[in-house]
């Protein structure tokens, strides 16, 4: 069982920064992938950023160039590095967590509001 746990959400105007963080209750050594996935209001979950044991990393289309996904593994936790927020951005971000092909574990969310 692998627990995970999203801080660094919150309001911020267009164009600001936010750094969210998700802490695995296990070593990375056990998780394959590790991945930052987003939902609107009215809208289907998808995905943001990915990071896999090897450290190979990928962004959903809409992210690519603004966002950063990195793991600190000494501290079993991973870091989404938000710039140039849009409105857009908006929604609740979710930390998932694959130990075999599929994403199992969940956080539970943090709010992400971008609004002037």
């Known amino acids: 069982q692998v627990q995970l746990v999203e801080s660094g959400g919150g309001l911020v105007q267009p164009g600001g920064s936010l750094r969210l963080s998700c802490v695995a209750s296990?070593?990375?050594?056990?998780?394959?992938?590790l991945a930052w996935y987003r939902q609107a209001p009215g809208q289907q979950r998808e995905l943001v950023a990915r990071?896999?044991?090897?450290?190979?990393?990928n962004y959903g289309d809409s992210v690519k160039g603004r966002f950063t996904i990195s793991r600190d593994n000494a501290k079993n936790t991973i870091y989404l590095q938000m710039n140039s927020l849009k409105p857009e951005d908006t929604a609740v971000y979710y930390c998932?967590?694959?130990?075999?092909?599929?994403?199992?574990?969940w956080g539970q969310g943090t709010q992400v509001t971008v609004s002037s």
């Open positions: 998932a967590g694959a130990v075999t092909g599929s994403y199992d574990y």
């Open positions: 296990t070593s990375f050594s056990a998780i394959y992938a």
């Open positions: 990071i896999t044991s090897g450290g190979r990393t």
